[in-house]
């Protein structure tokens, strides 16, 4: 079946400080998988933070990028200079379209001040 | 802003009782989906409904079921509630696909 590794977390990074999500994907039941990271705040619900439905193509949202790597099956999420806002748990999923979305088990991101 | 509506936030019950969870979105989608969240806090899909049709059905157990009145609402069934369904459920909808937008959740404990 189709399966989402990301880095384990917590991940802990200074505010200013670069950051890198890993996130690895398997899509054996669909051909051209469209990926997504997905972000959940503090006592918020699950929303998208970006998408890239083309292989070779980045998405960028919120000062986040990552580029869909089919070669290396790669989505990094990356960012040049955290915020303390940016502290949450961040999921990398694929799916066909939206739709029957797989998840990886999340990454929990806690920006010192 | 919260478009996806859960209720209840918890539910506390005991291994053998019925619950109910409901789920209402306010987007005017088309398809709604309710997932599990286990304590490894892995996300997986149980059902999808478009349409009032059920578009994907993961292999979840029989005492799991999905109930729609209409496209706004779905809800969630559990029949005989065991141990290891205590988990968070998260319902989400789209329109025609596209980007999935998810409610709080509910978290389920089965004591």
């Known amino acids: 079946g189709d399966s989402v590794t990301q880095t384990e977390g917590p991940v802990t990074v200074s505010e200013s400080e670069s950051l890198i999500i890993n996130c690895t994907y398997s899509?054996?039941?669909?051909?051209?998988?469209?990926l997504f990271w997905y972000v959940r705040y503090p006592g918020e619900g699950l929303q998208l933070l970006l998408k890239?439905?083309?292989?070779?193509q980045k998405g960028s949202s919120r000062g986040f990028e990552a580029t869909y790597n089919k070669e290396t099956t790669s989505f990094h999420l990356q960012k040049a200079s955290v915020q303390e806002s940016d502290s949450a748990v961040y999921y990398c999923a694929l799916g066909e379209g939206a739709d029957r979305l797989t998840f990886g088990k999340g990454t929990q991101l806690i920006i010192q001040p | 802003e919260t478009a996806v509506f859960q209720t209840p936030n918890y539910h506390v019950t005991q291994v053998g009782n019925e619950v109910s969870f409901n789920c209402k979105q306010t987007l005017g989608h088309d398809t709604m989906y309710w997932y599990k969240q286990d304590s490894k806090k892995l996300l997986k899909i149980m059902f999808s409904y478009n349409n009032k049709q059920l578009i994907v059905n993961e292999t979840v157990p029989r005492r799991f079921s999905p109930q729609s009145s209409d496209k706004a609402h779905l809800n969630l069934r559990i029949k005989s509630v065991e141990p290891e369904d205590s988990a968070v459920y998260l319902c989400a909808s789209s329109f025609r696909g596209y980007e999935q937008y998810f409610g709080p959740g509910t978290r389920l404990t089965v004591l």
């Open positions: 899509a054996t039941s669909i051909a051209y998988p469209n």
């Open positions: 890239v439905i083309t292989a070779g």
